[in-house]
């Protein structure tokens, strides 16, 4: 009889945010299909009963972390910087803990790349870590750049235009003044940030959710950079066929409604899990939307009952407004033809995977790089800038839906769902880093 071989176990530790947990939880997927049991290490348990319907995961706690609640107290920069400081001694009391009761066999720690306490306990117990990068490559590429930079004198040479606007050396288009370094607080502090973040330490490899065929640049430099394997396995959602892993109830009366509507006449809105928009924008999306006379499907995170009253009556005839939706399942639907999408990495991977252009309107660093990405490097949408108001929202809106640049974008748009899809398919690119990695896996 055939020798059943030992399933090994690989920790994985995300930082506890949706827009990170969804593509950790999506590679836990891809590993546990190649044979491997997953163990995951949360420091914050307050999303408890959401992190329960993760069937077949163990999850272990960190006891001494820091809670999500003080990043509004601190900021994330400094956040992040105590979060790895007050976590390290108490992650190496977590894994081993873990070696005794999984009898030594823990193949890797995969880690967050913002939790880079982790590697100290890998190396202490002689695991081999490898970092997860859930952003995209440019950003963190954008990280490599900022860690060599010295803050006081970047600052000062931003002033001069000429130099704002110098392409960064193998990285076009993107410019010194794209890199994404607003809302960060002091530009020190970020960039001692980054150093930790790009600091590979003892690890055997770095992985990345995007796909060679969106970002080669980026991913060239890294490879040299970093000089350990560069693991590109996205769209992971597709690599591991999976299903969602939302940490919020989905609302999925959505399907329904947009089973009565046209195919692509819809444009979906979603602003990811953590930035909303101000009452007056609200306000002024919500006319622009109506004015377009499109159906429109509008995530709002407090729901209807927040919507300004003046506009609450036409939105709900119009349009449909649900807390939460199923993103990947509505952006497969054939009725939605364009995302309203603040740009984060995810939504961006999610959108291009079903073929569906985007208007962008990005609120923070990365997300802008992002959003430059689509507009200007691939061509698959729109940037609107400056204040929202309800014209430029419509107009927006008319030319990614009804005009021909739009159907160039979309087309566009659905030459990478191709390319994305043949990236999974055997023989494609991450359908082969994925079997390189598993074989790091195995061998380590
Ligand atoms: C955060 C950062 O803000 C973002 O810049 C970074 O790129 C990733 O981490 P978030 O803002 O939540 O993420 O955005 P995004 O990366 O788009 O992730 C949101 C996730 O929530 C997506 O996987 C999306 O499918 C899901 N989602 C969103 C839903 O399932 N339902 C919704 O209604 C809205």
Not at 57 to 69: A, C, G
Not at 172 to 194: N, Q
Not at 233 to 258: M, Q, V
């Amino acid at each position: 009889m055939e020798k059943v071989a030992h399933k090994r176990r690989i920790v994985l530790v995300p930082l506890p945010l949706q827009g990170h947990v969804t593509p950790m939880m999506h590679l836990g997927k891809a590993l546990t299909l190649k044979g491997f049991s997953i163990t995951v290490a949360l420091g914050q348990l307050d999303q408890v009963s959401s992190w329960q319907h993760f069937p077949g995961y163990q999850f272990i706690t960190i006891p001494e972390s820091l809670p999500l609640s003080e990043v509004k107290a601190l900021g994330p920069v400094e956040f992040l910087i105590k979060l790895n400081k007050t976590s390290e001694a108490s992650f190496k009391d977590c894994i081993s803990q873990l070696l005794i009761q999984q009898g030594n066999d823990i193949a890797c720690v995969i880690y967050d790349d913002l939790m880079y306490f982790c590697e100290a306990a890998a190396k202490e117990f002689k695991l081999p870590s490898i970092i997860f990068s859930t952003t995209s490559a440019t950003h963190k590429a954008c990280f490599s750049i900022l860690n060599k930079l010295n803050p006081k004198k970047f600052l000062i040479d931003m002033e001069d235009p000429e130099l704002q606007n110098k392409v960064v050396e193998n990285l076009h288009p993107l410019s010194y003044k794209d890199l994404p370094i607003a809302g960060f607080g002091p530009l020190e502090r970020f960039v001692e940030l980054c150093k930790e973040v790009v600091n590979r330490r003892t690890a055997s490899g770095v992985i990345i959710n995007t796909v060679t065929s969106l970002e080669s640049l980026s991913l060239t430099r890294l490879q040299q950079e970093f000089g350990i394997p560069v693991y590109t396995l996205g769209p992971l959602h597709i690599t591991a066929a999976s299903t969602t892993y939302s940490l919020l109830e989905e609302d999925r009366s959505c399907i329904e409604w947009l089973n009565m509507q046209k195919p692509r006449s819809v444009i979906y809105i979603s602003l990811g899990s953590i930035f909303d928009m101000g009452t007056k924008e609200v306000l002024e999306m919500a006319w622009g939307l109506c004015d377009s006379n499109l159906p429109f499907l509008w995530v709002i995170r407090d729901g209807s009952e927040s919507l300004p009253e003046e506009v609450s009556t036409m939105v709900s005839e119009r349009g449909y407004i649900v807390k939460w939706a199923p993103q990947i399942e509505v952006l497969r639907h054939p009725a939605v033809g364009g995302f309203w999408s603040h740009c984060g990495w995810n939504s961006i991977l999610e959108s291009i995977s079903e073929g569906v252009p985007m208007i962008c309107r990005p609120f923070q660093g990365e997300q802008k790089l992002n959003a430059m990405h689509v507009e200007s490097v691939w061509r698959i949408g729109i940037h609107v800038g400056g204040e929202v108001e309800r014209g430029g929202v419509e107009r927006a809106v008319k030319r990614l839906m009804i005009d021909e640049e739009g159907a160039d974008m979309r087309e566009r748009a659905l030459d990478f769902k191709e390319k994305l899809k043949a990236s999974v398919r055997s023989g494609g690119s991450s359908y082969n880093a994925l079997n390189e990695l598993v074989n790091l896996l195995k061998t380590e």
